[in-house]
């Protein structure tokens, strides 16, 4: 609540600033040079006194409303959206915007999403962020142009629009080469079997570390299959079934692993002391309820969603250039969660 009689100059006083730097700062006001340490000192004073710009006053002035449009492509209903929205949001609060979430269905068609964007200028969004349920090419949707955008796990087929991305390649490597520490030479992999950037990530990461401990890389060790639990399940028992099967499980997802710790358990097999597994997703309903816990390397979903609003600030005030953030997906970090499931192989 605010102070009684509160004003622009009492904020200013306390932050120790200008009236005139008080009103950038509260105001978002474009091409204004100020220090983050200052907007930082202003947004805690305005705070403290409980005092906030006429958000009507403030968007006749700038010509902005301060919200932020999150079109998700059924993220809402995966187990990582909230984590998306959460950094989304704590991000966009340090800003003082707000967001508006539309939920679509990826299989509903380019109309409806053409819908759902108009829904979000209908409202006046200053700009929006496109967040998809896994890492992929999209195309979006045309009503999107001139309206300053930044996509969530995905990229853009036209190469226009800057992107956030989990770094596929340097998770499987963080995963691959937790194995080979722990003394694991003869390592299965069980991956997915669409054809999407993740796919191709993780086998990449997964060839590099065989590659750079000089393990000879075994085809015959590679399966591929839906990425659910069965599949994984099916696929853990096919290569565990061999005479010669591999110490250790690399597997796509975690719904994949659990697949894989219960064919280790019909096949009589304990982990870790005859199987180490490494999931990949951290989806912790699944990876933190197995027993053992699954060791497994976390998506940034929470980054992302930060990373999006950020870059989304810059570009509305001219801090960034969007042509140079569009020319390469920016990857975040994915890092390792260790858990309960790897340990070295039985000694010969």
């Known amino acids: 609540m605010a102070v009684k009689g509160t004003g622009i100059r009492d904020v200013a006083k306390l932050a120790g600033v200008s009236v005139t730097t008080v009103s950038h700062v509260l105001n978002d006001t474009p091409h204004t040079r100020v220090a983050e340490e200052t907007r930082v000192r202003v947004r805690e004073a305005a705070k403290a006194l409980g005092y906030g710009p006429n958000r009507a006053a403030q968007a006749l002035r700038t010509n902005r409303s301060g919200l932020i449009g999150l079109l998700s492509e059924e993220i809402a209903t995966t187990p990582h959206a909230g984590r998306i929205i959460l950094g989304a949001q704590n991000a966009a609060r340090e800003h003082d915007l707000t967001l508006v979430i539309i939920n679509?269905?990826?299989?509903?068609?380019?109309?409806?999403?053409?819908?759902?964007?108009?829904?979000?200028?209908?409202?006046?969004?200053?700009?929006?962020?496109?967040?998809?349920?896994?890492?992929?090419?999209?195309?979006?949707?045309?009503?999107l142009q001139g309206l300053p955008t930044v996509l969530i796990d995905s990229t853009d087929r036209a190469g226009i629009v800057p992107a956030a991305v989990p770094d596929e390649v340097g998770g499987a490597i963080a995963a691959v080469t937790h194995l080979v520490e722990a003394g694991h030479t003869r390592i299965g992999f069980l991956n997915n079997d669409d054809d999407v950037p993740a796919t191709?990530?993780?086998?990449?990461?997964?060839?590099?570390?065989?590659?750079?401990?000089?393990?000879?890389?075994?085809?015959?060790?590679?399966?591929?299959?839906?990425?659910?639990?069965?599949?994984?399940?099916?696929?853990?028992?096919?290569?565990?079934?061999?005479?010669?099967?591999?110490?250790a499980l690399f597997c796509y997802n975690d719904r994949m692993a659990m697949g894989a710790y219960r064919a280790a358990t019909e096949l009589g097999l304990g982990i870790p002391d005859d199987l180490s597994i490494v999931g990949f997703d951290n989806q912790e309903l699944i990876a933190a309820n197995l027993f053992p816990g699954l060791t497994t390397v976390a998506l940034?979903?929470?980054?992302?969603?930060?990373?999006?609003?950020?870059?989304?600030?810059?570009?509305?005030?001219?801090?960034?250039?969007?042509?140079?953030?569009?020319?390469?997906?920016?990857?975040?970090?994915?890092?390792?969660?260790?858990?309960?499931?790897?340990?070295?192989?039985?000694?010969?």
Do not use: F
Request: charged fraction near 25%.
């Open 104 to 143: 679509t269905d990826r299989e509903s068609g380019p109309n409806a999403h053409k819908d759902d964007v108009q829904a979000l200028i209908d409202r006046q969004v200053d700009a929006v962020l496109y967040a998809t349920m896994y890492h992929r090419m999209v195309s979006l949707p045309p009503n």
């Open 200 to 247: 191709h990530g993780r086998l990449e990461g997964y060839r590099s570390v065989l590659e750079k401990h000089k393990i000879p890389y075994d085809a015959s060790l590679v399966l591929s299959g839906p990425s659910e639990t069965l599949p994984g399940y099916e696929l853990a028992r096919e290569i565990l079934g061999r005479s010669d099967r591999p110490t």
């Open 300 to 348: 940034p979903h929470y980054e992302m969603g930060a990373w999006a609003v950020e870059t989304l600030v810059r570009l509305l005030h001219g801090e960034a250039d969007r042509k140079l953030l569009a020319d390469e997906p920016t990857l975040l970090d994915c890092p390792l969660v260790i858990r309960g499931s790897v340990a070295a192989p039985h000694a010969d």
